[in-house]
């Protein structure tokens, strides 16, 4: 049922260009012009006249979340929030009748997540899911949703069921934009055209890190730490990456918006302290080229992503990264898959049960 592959996580890691083609499946018709989604469409007036929307989620799903709060405000300029489910359930917040919650969540069972939305429900709001797993108890509870059609996810670390919740998120954020007229026709079908080409790109990131990777997380299986900056788009990205790499490797693993670095990590900053810096071409490409001197003056070993061709970042970094270029508020789809697989090949090297990670389990039922 592995498919050839060690385990479940890579055999998932392996399956995105299929996953992601499933979630945009029937929804995005490029030549047509349209994102057709039922759950969206039926409930357009509302959705658009939302006050805020907040999106509630843990976890992986969670760094799904943050990205989906970019990609709202940009396209839909709708005003976003992202909490923790937990953390959202017990503080009391402001929501009414006018507020639209997202709830996102693989399985779908989640005990945090379930019971914030019951709140969110009980204050009136309308409660939109995002989850993987068909007629889980979360989908069946909330007001509308999509499902992310990934397919089952085995693997304790979630890889494919992340990318394709960035996809519906994409989805959601460009339907919205354009029929509310923050997206102009022309800006919304360039979108809409590279998304398409997604597949296409993740299984050309696939082949053309996936030995690369394997290579690079040689150097770092005795590695205590880890760093993992990114920014924009990629700040969550970085996040995602960092608990990817905890998760399964048992190093601590921190992510941080690579500006934020100066305010604090850089004092960690020495020899024993790899870097992931996530730096595509797009989104403030010479903030991150100068922090990635600043680390290299502290001796901090660099693994940088960069888009193919790069030479600035490239040329400082220890290891390099390549990944198809791709508009920003879509790298993080890409990027995240060598974060993936450089977590995996660690957590392998190191000898640990990658399927099974200690002290987790694939839903979290109990708060
Ligand atoms: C990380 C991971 C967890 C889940 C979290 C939420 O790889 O799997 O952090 O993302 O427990 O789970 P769902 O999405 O099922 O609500």
């Not at 670095?261 to 996530?278: Q, R, S, T, W, Y």
Request: with cysteine; charged share 25%; net charge negative.
């Amino acid at each position: 049922e592995k498919g050839g592959y060690e385990h479940f996580m890579l055999k998932e890691i392996f399956e995105q260009p299929k996953s992601i083609h499933d979630t945009l499946r029937g929804r995005l018709l490029v030549e047509e012009g349209i994102i057709k989604m039922a759950g969206i469409w039926d409930h357009l007036e509302r959705l658009n006249q939302a006050q805020k929307i907040t999106i509630i989620a843990c976890g992986t799903s969670w760094h799904a979340g943050l990205i989906g709060e970019y990609l709202i405000e940009e396209f839909a300029r709708i005003p976003v929030e992202v909490e923790y489910a937990s953390e959202f359930r017990y503080r009391n917040p402001i929501i009414t009748d006018k507020d639209i919650v997202i709830a996102i969540s693989q399985s779908g069972e989640t005990a945090d997540t379930m019971a914030a939305i019951k709140m969110a429900k009980e204050k009136g709001a309308f409660v939109y899911g995002i989850c993987n797993v068909v007629d889980s108890s979360i989908s069946r509870v909330t007001d509308a949703g999509s499902y992310t059609h990934a397919g089952p996810e085995i693997g304790v670390a979630s890889t494919k069921a992340f990318t394709s919740q960035l996809t519906v998120l994409s989805l959601i954020a460009l339907k919205l934009g354009k029929h509310n007229g923050h997206l102009s026709n022309q800006e919304f079908m360039k979108l809409i055209t590279e998304l398409d080409a997604l597949p296409k790109k993740v299984e050309e990131v696939l082949e053309s890190t996936h030995e690369n990777v394997k290579e690079i997380a040689k150097h770092f299986i005795g590695a205590q730490n880890f760093l993992y900056l990114g920014r924009g788009y990629n700040f969550p990205a970085a996040l995602e990456g960092a608990l990817k790499l905890k998760e399964i490797s048992y190093i601590h693993a921190e992510g941080y918006p690579a500006a934020e670095m100066k305010h604090g990590p850089i004092a960690l900053i020495d020899e024993n302290m790899p870097i992931v810096i996530i730096a595509p071409k797009q989104g403030h490409y010479d903030k991150i080229v100068s922090n990635v001197q600043e680390i290299k003056a502290r001796k901090g070993r660099v693994v940088a992503l960069v888009n193919k061709g790069d030479t600035q970042v490239a040329s400082v970094a220890d290891f390099v990264i390549e990944f198809p270029e791709t508009s920003e508020c879509f790298s993080p789809i890409i990027a995240s898959i060598p974060l993936q697989l450089l977590a995996y090949y660690i957590a392998v090297y190191r000898g640990a049960n990658v399927d099974q990670p200690r002290n987790l389990a694939k839903s979290v039922t109990v708060e």
